[in-house]
């Protein structure tokens, strides 16, 4: 069983920055896929990023590729997604996933455990 607990949601303008870290409990951590997905009011979850377990391999999706970078620190338990040059239309309750895979993952099925969310709101 993995918790997950994300934060550092806010709101910022448009070009801004955020952070989130979404913290893991127990002890193999380092074998989890980790992944971020949003979901924008009334619309459906979609994939944003994901990284390996050692952090060496990770995917995004194409309109977050260039501004978002995902990182992993397994001694930590913990993964980050670094947001920059943020736009409106990244405005979305964003989760940490978990999955006991080999490889990257980047549809929500192939997930096993979520986190809570954490609220990104980007105004222009």
């Known amino acids: 069983q993995v918790q997950l607990v994300e934060s550092g949601g806010g709101s910022v303008q448009a070009g801004g920055s955020l952070r989130l870290s979404c913290a893991a409990s127990?002890?193999?951590?380092?074998?989890?896929?980790m992944g971020w997905f949003r979901q924008a009011l009334g619309k459906e979850r979609e994939f944003v990023a994901a990284i390996g377990w050692s952090g060496s391999n990770t995917d995004y999706e194409d309109s977050v590729e260039g501004r978002f970078t995902i990182s992993r620190d397994n001694a930590k338990n913990t993964v980050y997604l670094q947001m920059n040059s943020l736009k409106p239309e990244d405005t979305a309750v964003y989760y940490c996933?978990?999955?006991?895979?080999?490889?990257?993952?980047?549809?929500?099925?192939?997930?096993?455990?979520w986190g809570q969310g954490t609220q990104v709101t980007v105004s222009s």
């Open positions: 127990g002890r193999t951590f380092s074998m989890y896929v």
């Open positions: 996933a978990a999955a006991r895979r080999l490889r990257l993952v980047t549809v929500d099925t192939g997930y096993d455990y």
